[in-house]
């Protein structure tokens, strides 16, 4: 489940990637707040975070304000995910950047835990990795545009 900051996050980045794709410059922070209707006093702060690291630039002055500095092609949501949520594995023992052995795990090899785990978060890491900002801001208002539709497993 992703944090009531990392959807802040994406929200920003919606209008911002709106305002790029409109040929438009900089916005405010009090316009990105009120077009993705985010609280401004947590935008700031999400919004720096944002901006050391390269994926969003800001500028002062009266025409100032953020813009992306990155083309939406190139702006990873699973490094957003880490960025803003942190690791995103479900277990420590399978994070790749910021690997921790579980303090009560005796083996992780046979570990039943962690093998049923590793097969549903490599399935999950294969659908988001490739995911990108441009796949949402393309996805429009159709929920569920970005990827497929699960297919149901039979019953047994």
Same mark, same amino acid.
């Given at each position: 489940m992703i944090t009531?900051k990392m959807?802040?996050?994406?929200?920003?980045?919606?209008?911002?990637?709106?305002q790029?794709r409109a040929g438009?410059? =900089?916005?405010?922070?009090?316009?990105?707040a009120q077009?993705a209707g985010?609280?401004?006093?947590?935008?700031e702060?999400?919004l720096?975070?944002i901006r050391d690291?390269g994926i969003?630039?800001s500028t002062?002055g009266?025409?100032?304000?953020?813009?992306l500095?990155r083309?939406p092609?190139?702006?990873s949501? =699973?490094?957003?995910l880490?960025?803003i949520d942190?690791?995103i594995?479900p277990?420590?023992?399978?994070?790749?950047?910021?690997?921790?052995?579980?303090?009560?795990?005796?083996d992780?090899?046979s570990c039943?835990?962690?093998?049923v785990f590793s097969g549903?978060?490599?399935n999950?890491?294969?659908?988001i990795?490739s995911?990108?900002?441009?796949?949402?801001l393309?996805?429009?208002?159709?929920?569920?545009?970005i990827?497929?539709a699960?297919?149901?497993a039979?019953?047994?």
């Open positions: 009531q959807k802040y996050a994406l929200k920003a980045l919606l209008v911002l990637g709106d790029q438009a410059g =900089p916005l405010r922070i009090e316009t990105i077009r985010v609280p401004k006093r947590f935008l702060h999400i720096l975070d690291t969003v630039a002062r009266r025409s100032g304000g953020y813009a500095a083309d092609r190139q702006v949501i =699973p490094e957003l880490r960025l942190g690791p594995a277990l420590p023992c399978l994070s790749r950047t910021a690997y921790q052995r579980c303090e009560d795990c005796t992780e090899a039943r835990i962690r093998q549903i978060f490599a999950y890491l294969l659908l990795e995911l990108t900002l441009d796949d949402l393309r996805s429009g208002k159709a929920a569920g545009a990827l497929p699960p297919e149901a039979p019953l047994p």
